[in-house]
C-alpha cells in the first residue's frame, strides 16, 4: 500500500540528530523557554524574511494570539467582522470566532483555491476590519492584490501560512512576510512539521511582538509581573530543537514537493481529472496535491483498490460543520463543490519514484 504521509519515514531521516538533541535537552535542566526556543525563533525569522518570530504552542493559537494582540493594542475589537476564505480549512474561522470577532466567508478562486481577490470588496461593511488570507495547499494568495485592497479600505492584512513554509514569491518575499502579521502551525504533517504540536508567529512589528511575547507567557512582562491577561501558549523546547534539525533541509523538501507536483501535471493525462494550477514558480510548496474529479469518490475507492491511500482537503465547508450552526443558512457554491469533488493525492518528499509511477499509472487507467 502506498501510504498517504509517512511520517515515521519522513522522520527517520533525522533519527540520529533528534536521539542526539533529546540528550541535550534531557541534560540541560531548561525544558520551557530554553536556548532552542530562542534561537529558532531568530533562525525562522531569518528564514522568513521577517525581524520577528514568537514561537507558540500550535497555529490555531498563533492566529488566536495575533487577534489577540491586535484587541490589547486596540486595532480590532469584540464584534470587528473578519473576512476569510469559505473554503479554507476551520482552524482559520475558529481562530477569528474563537477571539469574539466574526468571520465573513468569501468565496476562493476555483483556480487557486485561494480567496478570489474580486469578491473581497463586496463583503466589506463598516464593521470589517481585517482580512484573514490563507496560502491554501501552499499556495501563495494573490500578495499585491490583497495588499492593496487592504491598504486602500483600511483593513489590517493577517496571513494564515500554517501550510505554506518557504513559500516565495517573484519579488523573493516569503510565506509569513507578505502581511501584517503571519501565523504558522508546525503539525507533524506540515511541510515543516514538529513531532508535537507547535506554531509561530512572524512580523516586522514590534509592537505586536512584545504583545504576543507576553500573551503566550501568561501575559507576564516580567518574572514576577504581568501587565495584561494572557495564556500558556509557549512552543515546546523540544519541539523548538527537532524544528531547528529540520529548518536547513525545508527548501530542499520543497523542491521535492514542486518536482513530484511536475511529474503528475505532465503525466497525470485522464479527461475525469481536473488537475491543480502551478505557476511552475517557487509560489507554491504543495502541502497538497489536489486534483478534482465528478466521480470523487469512486476514484478513491478505485486508487484504494489499486494499493493508494489518498485523503480528503476537506469533506465538508466550515459553514455545513454543526459547529457553525449560525451560518447553516449561508450559501458558497464554489466552496460546496469544492469540498464534494476535490482529493489529494499523496505528496511528501519521501515519496519513491516507482511509487510516483504507479500512482500516475493507475489514475491514467481510471
Ligand atoms: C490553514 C490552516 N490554518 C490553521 C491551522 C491550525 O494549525 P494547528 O493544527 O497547528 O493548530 C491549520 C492546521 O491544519 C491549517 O491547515
Given amino acids: 500500500m502506498i501510504k498517504f504521509l509517512d511520517l515515521k519515514l ?5 533519527e540520529i540528530e533528534f536521539k542526539a538533541k533529546f540528550d541535550r535537552f534531557l541534560n540541560s535542566g531548561q525544558y520551557i523557554l530554553g536556548e532552542e526556543v530562542l534561537k529558532f525563533e531568530k533562525e525562522f525569522a531569518a528564514y522568513c524574511g521577517t525581524t520577528y ?12 494570539l495575533i487577534f489577540e494582540a491586535y484587541k490589547v493594542l486596540e486595532l480590532l475589537k469584540e464584534g470587528d467582522e473578519v473576512i476569510v476564505p469559505a473554503n479554507t480549512y476551520i482552524a482559520s474561522v475558529l481562530a477569528i470566532s474563537n477571539t469574539k470577532l466574526i468571520p465573513v466567508l468569501v468565496e ?55 501550510q505554506a513554509q518557504g513559500a516565495t514569491n517573484e519579488k523573493g518575499r516569503k510565506a509569513g512576510s507578505v502581511s501584517n502579521a503571519a501565523a504558522f502551525s508546525f503539525y507533524p504533517t506540515k511541510n515543516l512539521g ?40 509557549r512552543l515546546d523546547e523540544l519541539q523548538a530543537a527537532f524544528l531547528r534539525v ?25 479527461p475525469k481529472i481536473a488537475l491543480p494550477y502551478f505557476s511552475g514558480l517557487a509560489d507554491h510548496v504543495f502541502h497538497q496535491f489536489i486534483i478534482r474529479c465528478q466521480t470523487r469518490d469512486d476514484l478513491r475507492a478505485f486508487l484504494y483498490q489499486h494499493g493508494i491511500e489518498t485523503s480528503i482537503h476537506y469533506p465538508i465547508p466550515t459553514h455545513k460543520q454543526g459547529a ?25 518528499p519521501v515519496l519513491a519514484p516507482f511509487e510516483v509511477e504507479k ?8
Avoid: W
Fill in 10 to 14: 519522513i522522520n527517520k531521516r533525522f
Fill in 53 to 64: 518570530c514568537v514561537g507558540v504552542s500550535s497555529g490555531l493559537d498563533a492566529l488566536e
Fill in 108 to 162: 476562493p478562486n476555483p483556480a487557486t483555491f485561494n480567496i478570489d481577490v474580486n469578491n473581497i470588496e463586496a463583503a466589506i461593511t463598516k464593521n470589517t476590519k481585517a482580512v484573514l488570507g490563507v496560502h491554501l495547499y501552499g499556495q501563495l494568495y494573490e500578495v499585491d492584490k490583497l495588499k492593496a485592497i487592504c491598504k486602500t479600505n483600511n483593513l489590517l492584512l493577517i496571513e494564515d501560512a500554517a
Fill in 194 to 233: 514538529a513531532l508535537g504540536d507547535g506554531g509561530a508567529v512572524t512580523t516586522n512589528n514590534l509592537e505586536l511582538a512584545e504583545t504576543i511575547y507576553k500573551l503566550r507567557n501568561y501575559g507576564r512582562s516580567s518574572t514576577y509581573e504581568n501587565d495584561i491577561k494572557g495564556f500558556n501558549c
Fill in 246 to 270: 529540520k529548518l536547513p533541509c525545508l527548501d530542499r523538501d520543497n523542491l521535492k514537493r514542486q518536482e513530484l507536483a511536475n511529474s503528475y501535471l505532465n503525466k497525470i493525462k485522464n
Fill in 324 to 348: 457553525y450552526a449560525e451560518f447553516e443558512k449561508q450559501r458558497h457554491p464554489i466552496t460546496e463543490k469544492i469540498h464534494e469533488d476535490v482529493l489529494s493525492l499523496p505528496m511528501n
Fill in 359 to 366: 500512482i500516475i499509472d493507475v489514475i491514467n487507467r481510471y
